[in-house]
T-cell receptor, first 114, second 117 residues
Framework: KQEVTQIPAALSVPEGENLVLNCSFT??????LQWFRQDPGKGLTSLLL?????REQTSGRLNASLDKSSGRSTLYIAASQPGDSATYLC?????????????FGKGTLLTVNP | GAGVSQSPRYKVAKRGQDVALRCDPI?????LFWYQQALGQGPEFLTY????????KSGLPSDRFFAERPEGSVSTLKIQRTQQEDSAVYLC???????????????FGPGTRLTVL
């Protein structure tokens, strides 16, 4: 059974700092890995999707990397801003049976202090 | 265009009551998913529809949970005889293609927060 772990569970940083969020998964048979942002009372917003054949994806100040063989992904946020405060979730999509399912980690709660 | 919408946004039920949660996916999206997110946890898969066909209901916690999508568009998740452990946020997501379109992303609604007293 696929398990996804996110470290740290919570992170508080001053504005302007660069930071890294970590995600690990136990089964490397995946189609892709996705990073989401969740704001209180709101749904999930997709930030970056990395296909299994890719090593990284970038969008603005965000960069996500994927090392499928070791079962790890990182989300790098450059020059953090208070508006980045949210819960960040990573999810993997399996390549075996039931390949439409996403398996999520518990998330990292990020607080960026002005 | 409009995203995925869900109603109600908040629902308080007394233990034993039946509830119905509605999801309006993005127009034209073939696939629809329901997830349950308990407090402090990531979302967990409940069920999957491709058009009106429910292809996977393996994540439904018990036979008190029932989902339908009769015309391949709007979906309803029904919970009978609610229990306190059913308290969670119920998220709906849709995606454009079928399950074979593994590059598709899932677009999530805002969720319905269910509290069972």
């Amino acid at each position: 059974k696929q398990e996804v772990t996110q470290i740290p569970a919570a992170l508080s940083v001053p504005e302007g700092e660069n930071l890294v969020l970590n995600c690990s998964f136990t089964d490397s048979a995946i189609y892709n890995l996705q990073w989401f942002r969740q704001d209180p009372g709101k749904g999930l917003t997709s930030l970056l999707l990395i296909q299994s054949s890719q090593r990284e994806q970038t969008s603005g100040r965000l960069n996500a990397s994927l090392d499928k063989s070791s079962g790890r992904s990182t989300l790098y946020i450059a020059a953090s801003q208070p508006g980045d405060s949210a819960t960040y979730l990573c999810a993997v999509r399996h390549s075996g049976g039931s390949n439409y399912k996403l398996t999520f980690g518990k998330g990292t709660l990020l607080t960026v202090n002005p | 265009g409009a995203g995925v919408s869900q109603s109600p946004r908040y629902k308080v039920a007394k233990r034993g009551q039946d509830v119905a949660l509605r999801c309006d996916p993005i127009s034209g999206h073939v696939s629809l998913f329901w997830y349950q997110q308990a407090l402090g946890q990531g979302p967990e898969f409940l069920t999957y529809f491709q058009n009106e066909a429910q292809l996977d209901k393996s994540g439904l916690p018990s036979d008190r949970f029932f989902a339908e999508r009769p015309e391949g568009s709007v979906s309803t998740l029904k919970i009978q005889r609610t229990q306190q452990e059913d308290s969670a946020v119920y998220l709906c997501a849709s995606s454009p293609g079928t399950s074979s379109f593994y590059t598709d992303t899932q677009y999530f609604g805002p969720g319905t927060r269910l509290t069972v007293l």
